[in-house]
Every structure is written in C-alpha cells, then in structure tokens.
C-alpha cells in the first residue's frame, strides 16, 4: 500500500482537469493507497513565495529564509505532504508552454530548502530518494503538434525543468501521461468524439494508478556523470539536450 499525493492545479472545478485528478483519487484509493488531494486552487494556495510569508526583517533571502525560519503555517500541511507521500500525482494543463503559475508556485514555495533538500542532499544523494512522481497533462494542441518536431514544442521537453527539480529533490520522475486536443471548441460530432476520448481517458486512471509503480522511468544523468565542476563527462551518456556535450 503507497501513500499517495493527488495535487490539482486547475482553476475551475468542473473541468475535465479536475475530473481527471479525482479520477486519480478514487482509483488511487481502489488502488488500496492512502491519498491525499491537494486542489491548489480551490485551497487559495498562494503561489508568490516572498518575505512577509516569513516575516523577514531586512532583505529576503528565499533560500536562507525556507532553510532557517519556521515553514509558514499556510504551506506546513503542504510540505508535510510531500514527506508523507511515496507518489506525487500532478495534474495540470499546459498553459504558455508550462505549468499554470499556481503550480510553479507550489515548486518554489513546497520544495522547501533544509527540508526536502539542501547542499548535501540534492539528486542522487536526495532527500527524496524513493518517492515518484507523475504529470497528467492536457494540452489545447494536437498530439502532433507537441512531438518532437511539433510546432508547439515538445512537450516532453516543456515538462522538463519541473521534473527536473523533483528530480534534483531526489524523486524518479514517470513517463507521463499526456492528453491532447482538449478545448471547448468542437462542436457536433467533433465535441461527442472529444467527449468520449476524455471519458476514457477518467475511466482508465484507475489502471494508472494501479501500475504507477511498474511506470517506465524518465532517464537522468547520475551524479557519477559529472566532474567537479558539474560538467557532463566526455564519456556520459546524453539522455536530454538541456544537459549534453
Ligand atoms: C492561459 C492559457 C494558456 C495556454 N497555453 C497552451 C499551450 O501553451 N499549449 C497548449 O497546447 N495549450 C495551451 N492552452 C490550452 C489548454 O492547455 C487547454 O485549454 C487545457 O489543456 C484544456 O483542459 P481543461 O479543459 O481541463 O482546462 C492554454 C490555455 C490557457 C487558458
């Protein structure tokens, strides 16, 4: 039995987002897990990390702040959450080529410095070791279009520097679930086709969510890889074009 963290970064409750990530809920707990869904939104999640949150004196040092003072009580629950949880469930949809701001927010402000990571406990060495995580995205754009010669960008490449950072915390970042072509632009048969895709796609996260575990993993770089200078080494093997020689 895994504990498991559903966290929803939609502003609108009836959205197809929003079934999807409760679809994860109910089929996490058919599942047998522990779950717990954080729906950013709909908690007012406040997503501007800053110093009055810690009531700094003097010139805010984010790191310094989240490592030294008292995590603020808006977020405690928060932080607590990702220490709990063996799988982090992120469902989102791709809005400007990323995640919506509330959850790029949720990164800098959950991912607690001196507590889900510091100087010494950082990607192979992560304080997060263990746990998994895994992005259910939607996208405006066609399947097609967020390939790798897509106009829109690949999407895979677009998700990258948030799986990175969970990665550089330490997790193991999923092959991710992508659903493409959604918008409430069809109309006829084009909306009853779109309709029932997105049907299936709720109907089969309880499958997700049962073989989350047996996910095929995202290559990374181990630390092994690098010199001291955090340069890949000649012979390293290249798994994205953020990292390579
Ligand atoms: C502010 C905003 C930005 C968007 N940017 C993108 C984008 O960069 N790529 C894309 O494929 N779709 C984009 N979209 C479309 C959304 O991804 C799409 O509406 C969403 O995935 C539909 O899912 P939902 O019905 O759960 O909201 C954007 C939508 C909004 C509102």
Not at 56 to 62: A, K, R, V
Request: proline residues 6%.
């Amino acid at each position: 039995m895994a504990n498991s963290l559903v966290v929803l970064a939609h502003p609108e409750p009836t959205s197809f987002g929003a079934d999807w990530a409760r679809a994860s809920v109910s089929g996490g707990m058919a599942a047998g897990d522990s779950v717990r869904f954080r729906d950013l939104c709909g908690i007012g999640f406040d997503p501007v990390e800053r110093g009055e949150l810690y009531g700094t004196d003097g010139p805010f040092d984010p790191l310094k702040a989240q490592e030294t003072q008292q995590v603020p009580t808006d977020i405690a629950g928060l932080v607590a959450d990702v220490e709990w949880a063996d799988r982090l469930v992120f469902h989102f949809p791709m809005w400007w080529f990323g995640p919506p701001a509330v959850l790029k927010g949720w990164f800098d402000r959950i991912l607690v410095h001196g507590r889900l990571h510091d100087v010494d406990h950082r990607f192979d060495r992560g304080r997060c070791l263990g746990k998994r995580a895994l992005f259910c995205v939607s996208t405006g754009a066609t399947g097609a279009g967020c390939g790798p010669d897509g106009k829109e960008g690949n999407v895979r490449f677009l998700l990258w520097p948030i799986a990175y950072a969970l990665r550089y915390c330490g997790l193991d970042i999923c092959e991710p679930v992508l659903v493409h072509g959604v918008h409430g632009y069809f109309e006829g048969r084009e909306k009853a086709d779109l309709e029932a895709r997105l049907k299936g796609v709720i109907a089969d996260q309880a499958n997700v969510m049962a073989t989350l575990d047996r996910r095929e993993l995202w290559p990374f770089n181990a630390d092994s890889d690098f010199d001291r200078d955090g340069r890949l080494l000649r012979n390293a093997p290249v798994h994205w074009p953020f990292v390579s020689h």
